[in-house]
């Protein structure tokens, strides 16, 4: 089990349950990549600090230790290095053996090696689903849900906004369903941008 350091300024610790299990995180950018890897795969399995690599540089005995190892399905891993740009630029001579390590054990057990910097974990598909994931388990009226797909199949094209003003319910009600239907999947936007009333929607 990895070993959660005594919290510091410069960490954000914690315990994260997914799906899979519980994963751990030790700063807020690793909190933030697990959240967007089991928003956008929810089956997949993240194991933190899942292996300590020996690696020799400038006839020196060293260790490594990636941050996560994310399988998204039997025959697609990869091992994660979750870093902040600034620090990589700062740092890269000295992590850049470690990494090396890493791309080799990564082949040699049939993943890759990637590093994720907050370019790619943050962004309008992370506030989403900060937003979503805790809808996806919540209770959808099942009538009005569809209500939501019905109004969705018959507008040439639908919109979150146009949608929601054809349904023969409350306010509130309509935006419960249309939020749950999208964190479940059963609704398609573009996750990639903020949902707005302009957004589209189709049927999954």
């Known amino acids: ?14 315990f994260q349950p ?8 030790e700063s807020a950018l690793e909190r933030d990549f697990v959240t967007l890897t089991s928003f956008l795969h929810p089956d997949a399995s993240i194991v933190s600090q899942p292996v300590t690599l020996p690696f020799r540089d400038n006839a020196k005995s060293r ?16 091992l994660i290095e979750v870093k902040y740009r600034a ?17 080799l054990w990564a082949r040699q057990h049939g993943a890759v090696f990637r ?6 974990i943050r962004g309008a598909t992370l506030v989403n689903a900060k937003r979503l994931l805790p809808l996806r388990q919540a209770p959808v009226d ?7 797909l ?17 349904l023969p319910v409350s306010r509130q009600a309509g935006l419960a369903a249309l939020w749950r239907l999208i964190a479940r999947g059963k609704l398609r ?8 009333f302009d957004t589209r929607v189709s049927i999954i």
């Open 1 to 14: 089990m990895r070993r959660i350091p005594l919290s510091r300024r410069s960490h954000i610790i914690g």
């Open 18 to 25: 997914l799906a899979t299990g519980t994963t751990e995180h």
């Open 63 to 78: 260790r490594y230790t990636p941050d996560f190892l994310v399988t998204h399905s039997v025959t697609h891993a990869e």
């Open 87 to 103: 620090d990589l630029r700062a740092n890269w001579m000295r992590l850049k053996p470690g990494f090396v390590a890493a791309r």
């Open 115 to 120: 590093i994720a910097t907050e370019r790619s």
């Open 142 to 148: 099942p009538v009005v849900a569809e209500l939501v």
């Open 150 to 166: 019905y109004a969705t199949r018959s507008a040439q094209p639908a919109t979150f906004g146009g949608v929601l003003a054809t």
């Open 189 to 196: 936007v573009d996750l990639a941008a903020p949902i707005t």
